[in-house]
Nanobody, 117 residues
């Protein structure tokens, strides 16, 4: 059974940093892409950043220069380093793992990130 789990969320002051981790388990075949999405209250879920198994990243404009996504293919893990956090970054952050088999998506339960003074 495939499981995806996030960790590392919390409360941070504006300008601070957090590092999110995502662990995927139970995946026999390869993971094509891992990504971080977020959903703020009253808003739709949006892509924050993603990275392919070849290491090619993609970021939404609002986080470019502040967030960095990385992954460890051997461990089926992905990370999101978030710097210079702003109140508008407050949201539940979800990890997504897209496997090669039928490009199926698997999601974690989410981790809360709150940026507030």
């Amino acid at each position: 059974q495939v499981q995806v789990a996030e960790s590392g969320g919390g409360l941070v002051q504006p300008g601070g940093s957090l590092r999110l981790s995502c662990a995927a388990s139970g995946i026999i075949l390869g993971i094509y892409r891992m990504g971080w999405y977020r959903q703020a209250p009253g808003k739709e879920r949006e892509l924050v950043a993603s990275i392919t198994d070849g290491g090619i990243p993609n970021y939404t404009d609002s986080v470019k220069g502040r967030f960095t996504i990385s992954r460890d293919n051997a461990k089926n893990m992905a990370y999101l380093q978030m710097n210079s956090l702003k109140p508008e970054d407050t949201a539940v952050y979800y990890c997504n793992a897209q496997v090669y088999y039928k490009y199926t998506d698997y999601w974690g339960q989410g981790t809360q990130v709150t940026v507030s003074s």
